[in-house]
């Protein structure tokens, strides 16, 4: 019986843990990063044997990659990084990612690198700065390619060059660990192999382990999401205009609350990207001069400045020289743009119709209009015109009847001159 119970216990004890699979498929972030974090700490708790983060990213905040790398080698569960599915790519932040993993995977069709520093804040780096952060961001990327036994030089040249390479090539020069067309092919591959975790061998032990998926929850999906520089330009066009909507009619509540808060997510999203400070002033020029257009009658000079400051500061509010992830797109600017000078075009329309238009009420709303004579009279007489009885003066003579057209008043006479018609 002992001997029953104890081959039991080390059967028992001998069975793998779970294999965590989480899948970032996004730019790094913040929200990422924290996402990492949660599943790591999940991954620690039920004592997986193997963590495996399927990597899909053109790159992000140096900050938030830091701190991926960070967790990456301080928890005690062997993690992969497995850049996937076909198509896939691990860009600038996503290098250094991939080499600080305890393994590091390709599919096919998929390729690293680019992973050259570039300025944040929308402004250029001096030449001193900009090769301060260069060296710093290639002596990392060294060190943590030399740090698994991988090719430490490629992992610079990735920093001061922007070298890529294909799934195949990256195997061939040391830079990945294996290359494995699906996830189950990967946890065979990996079965047996050892790995240094914290002072400590771990012989992997993924054959027949069970696979748990760990989604992103709505929190970090909704985050995730406002991280899109296109999200963030929408975000800070609708908060720009509900703060106009609430300035233009006082008291609406409305605009101002939509406003205040898609503009707070806006600057949210904007601390993960490479947003212009001259970009968002010019926007914000444009919001200042659409509502100078509605206080002040430039027939249409303040709109157009608006428009161009409108357009200029959406091309400048990413900055074109980073990865096309950072930038808007060419369709949103050109949709916000279009929708405000329809918008701005209309009103000012509707203002100069308005300011040509013959009064409809006051002294002036009577200039035109059609009366009748009510009486034979030359010079002054009495003329009924719009439902009312008027005092008259025409220099010519009128007979009862005659259809007269009012050219001007007088305080309460009315000047009218005979229609030809009624002649």
């Not at 972030?29 to 790591?40: C, Q, Y």
């Not at 509900?242 to 233009?248: A, K, P, T, V």
């Not at 430039?298 to 400051?309: D, R, V």
Request: proline share 5%; with cysteine; aromatic share 6%.
């Amino acid at each position: 019986m002992l001997a029953v119970a104890w081959g039991a216990g080390g059967s028992l004890a001998d069975d793998p843990g779970p294999v965590i699979v989480a899948t970032i498929a996004s730019s790094i972030n913040p929200v990422t990063a924290d996402f990492l974090s949660s599943v790591i700490e999940r991954a620690e708790k039920e004592k997986a044997t193997l963590l495996v983060l399927e990597l899909d990213t053109p790159g992000g905040l140096d900050t938030a990659m830091r701190q991926m790398v960070q967790e990456i080698i301080r928890t005690p569960v062997p993690v992969a990084v497995y850049v996937s599915p076909p198509g896939a790519r691990a860009a600038s932040a996503g290098v250094l990612v991939t080499l600080a993993a305890d393994i590091a995977a390709m599919a096919p069709g998929t390729n690293i690198g680019a992973a050259h520093p570039v300025g944040m804040g929308g402004g250029g780096m001096d030449n001193t700065m900009a090769k301060k952060v260069e060296n710093d961001a290639a002596a990392y990327a060294r060190s943590l390619a030399e740090k698994k036994g991988r090719n430490g030089e490629w992992a610079e040249m990735a920093v001061r060059e922007s070298a890529s390479l294909t799934e195949t090539d990256a195997k061939k020069k040391n830079v990945i660990d294996l290359v494995a067309p699906s996830l189950s092919a990967l946890l065979t591959a990996v079965d047996g192999r050892v790995v240094e975790k914290a002072e400590k061998t771990i012989t992997l032990r993924t054959k027949g382990a069970s696979v748990t998926r760990i989604p992103m929850g709505l929190r970090h999906r909704v985050l995730s999401a406002l991280a899109d520089p296109n999200i963030a330009y929408i975000l800070m066009m609708i908060g720009l205009y509900g703060i106009f909507f609430e300035l233009s009619n006082p008291g609406a509540v409305f605009p101002g609350v939509v406003g205040g808060i898609a503009l707070i997510l806006g600057f949210y999203s904007l601390q993960t990207l490479s947003a212009s400070y001259a970009g968002f002033l010019l926007i914000a020029l444009a919001l200042i001069l659409f509502i100078l257009e509605i206080k002040i009658a430039s027939h249409g000079a303040l709109t157009i400045g608006g428009i161009i400051s409108l357009v200029l500061g959406s091309l400048m509010l990413f900055r074109s020289s980073v990865d096309p992830y950072l930038r808007i797109s060419w369709g949103v600017i050109l949709a916000m743009v279009g929708v405000s000078a329809a918008f701005f075009g209309t009103v000012v329309t509707l203002a100069v119709r308005s300011q040509l238009r013959k009064p409809e009420t006051g002294p002036e709303g009577l200039i035109g209009e059609t009366g009748e004579a009510m009486g034979d009279f030359t010079g002054k007489g009495k003329v009924f015109v719009v439902g009312e009885m008027w005092d008259a003066e025409c220099p010519l003579p009128l007979r009862k009847g005659d259809k007269v057209t009012v050219v001007q008043r007088k305080e309460m006479t009315l000047v009218v001159k005979p229609q030809e018609t009624s002649r």
